[in-house]
């Protein structure tokens, strides 16, 4: 008879005991549905266990090996039943262990798309050589981002497009130079990234080398618009801006001729043109017309330059009459203003006595006039100066003959006048105050009194004459009256009066002084 198998169950069902009296204070999961033959499951683990024999028989030949390799098989299968215990009388399952969760994949890169085309094409300027244009950045760009730009050109008729720049364009602006004038270009802009080249944007028509003629103007500035005044020797220095494409030809004239290259420099640029002279001459003097041209079109522009100096004396004077104290004369205009208009004139005059020169009319714009208040006695010459906008003229033109005043027929009658009578009787202006005043303190009475003859003033104390008393002290100065009691006592008190009397009459004022004691503060506190 075949022997009985080796006990597998009970090895199996003691050793998850142990491991779960061990973890008894863990809770243990909920068991898994095993199927039933768990021990079949977990033999195969190590080789098959040879069979045991029965209790209480010795192990067959070989028993012992087998014995030996079904405990580690056992050992094995407990860990993976340690979570759960065994139900009695089956055999511990194996549960399997818990995956550990895998981080999500990420997402698999968007695929690289270029731009949409670059917009708003158009020139902004060109000339016999280059074209310059400007474009703006597609409207849709996208998450690769923008590297730059390529621009392309080709001849109108043929399909050879080439790109300009070898480097990509950063900026929405190039100047596509080295061209050929006449030619009939083609151009686009292409958007460059990651995703490859965009849809190009070109532009409608073709663009024809050729500097764009703009009609010249001449930018005359305002204090040019009228007269320029400068005086001899002065430095001037003109800019005169213009505009006008391709470069305007600038010309100048004087008065209608050509300039003088000695006198007068000229030099031009693309904007503005300078008229310069070193040292201002009166024959510098003119109107200056300045023409810029563009092909058949051409613009001019005068402008009147006045140099002025200092104006010379009148050409003539004269004293035309002499009467009383007054001297008339005469004079002519001068024969050089300057090269300005006379504004007026200066006139002086001289005593033959002191020969020293002052001036009597001054901006006087009449060639004659009237020298009033002259002295009886004296005699007299006279110049005149010349004046404009510079100055006065550095000479005068002088009288030939002189003037006197004479003394004769002259007689002084001095008027009669009747004297005004100032006699009048004494009146006081202003009276005698009430006063009060403590004993041992200066006190003054005043008064003010007026009257012709001087009125004479005497004091009184209850209508007796004071007269020389050394304790008062009378003053009478220009009409005000003062009398100053020295240190008055308990008895000088009264009715005190001032009285003035002249020749024509009398007058008296009058007024009370009390004199009081002294308060002591010790016989307040008493």
């Known amino acids: 008879m075949p022997s009985k198998p080796a006990p597998i169950k009970k090895a199996a069902k003691k050793e998850p005991a142990k491991k779960e009296e061990e973890k008894a204070p863990e809770p243990a999961p909920e068991p898994a549905p095993v199927p039933e033959p768990a021990t079949a499951e977990a033999a195969p683990a190590e080789d098959a266990p040879a069979p045991a024999p029965a209790e209480g028989e010795a192990p067959a030949e070989g028993a012992a090996p087998a014995e030996a390799a079904a405990a580690p098989a056992t050992e094995e299968a407990a860990p993976a039943a340690e979570p759960e215990a065994p139900a009695d009388g089956e055999a511990p399952a194996e549960a399997p262990a818990p995956e550990e969760p895998k981080a999500p994949s990420p997402p698999p890169p968007p695929p690289k798309e270029p731009t949409s085309a670059p917009v708003d094409l158009f020139v902004e300027d060109k000339n016999d050589n280059s074209v310059t244009i400007i474009w703006s950045q597609p409207e849709n760009i996208g998450p690769t981002g923008l590297d730059g730009y390529v621009i392309e050109v080709c001849k109108e008729g043929t399909q050879d497009w080439k790109a300009v720049n070898e480097d990509l364009q950063k900026a929405c602006r190039y100047v ?10 083609l151009i686009r802009v292409v958007a460059v990234n990651e995703g490859g080249r965009s849809p190009p944007v070109a532009l409608p028509d073709p663009v024809l080398v050729k500097e764009v003629a703009d009609r010249p103007k001449v930018r005359l500035p305002r204090f040019l618009r009228q007269r320029y005044v400068a005086q001899v020797g002065e430095k001037i220095n003109l800019t ?18 050509p300039l003088d290259p000695k006198r007068v420099n000229v030099r031009s640029t693309d904007r503005d043109s300078i008229l310069f002279i070193r040292a201002a001459e009166r024959d510098d003097s003119g109107v200056y017309e300045m023409c810029v041209k563009v092909e058949d079109f051409e613009d001019k522009a005068p402008l009147t330059l006045q140099i002025v100096e200092l104006p010379g004396p009148p050409a003539s004077v004269k ?64 110049k005149v100066f010349s004046e404009n ?33 100032f006699t009048e009787a004494p009146k006081f202006t202003t009276s005698l105050s009430d006063r009060s005043t403590t004993v041992g303190y200066n006190t003054k009475l005043l008064c003010s009194v007026r009257g012709f003859p001087k009125p004479k003033v005497e004091w009184m104390k209850n209508q007796m004459i004071i007269g ?13 009256c003062s009398l100053e009691i020295r240190k008055p006592g308990n008895f000088d008190g009264g009715v005190y009066s001032c009285r003035a009397k002249n020749d024509l009459g009398e007058a008296i004022v009058s007024c009370k002084l009390d004199v009081k004691q002294p308060v002591h503060p010790d016989a307040e506190k008493k």
């Open 468 to 480: 020389d008393d050394p304790k008062y002290r009378q003053i009478c100065v220009q009409g005000i």
């Open 319 to 382: 004293i035309v009459d002499t009467w009383g104290f007054n001297v008339a004369l005469e004079w002519t205009p001068p024969k050089d203003n300057g090269n300005t208009e006379i504004t007026g004139y200066t006139i002086q005059k001289a005593d033959k006595k002191t020969g020293d020169w002052f001036t009597v009319l001054e901006h006087y714009h009449r060639l004659n006039a009237t020298i009033s208040d002259l002295i009886m006695g004296n005699t007299y010459k006279f």
């Open 389 to 421: 906008k510079c100055g006065i003229s550095e000479s005068a033109a002088v009288t030939k003959e002189e003037a006197k005043i004479s003394k004769t027929g002259i007689d002084y009658k001095p008027l009669e006048y009747k004297e005004h009578d």
């Open 240 to 257: 005169i801006p213009f505009t006008g494409k391709p470069k305007p030809v600038v010309s100048w004239t004087k008065n209608g001729g």
């Open 176 to 185: 596509i130079k080295n061209q050929t004038t006449g030619d009939r270009l």
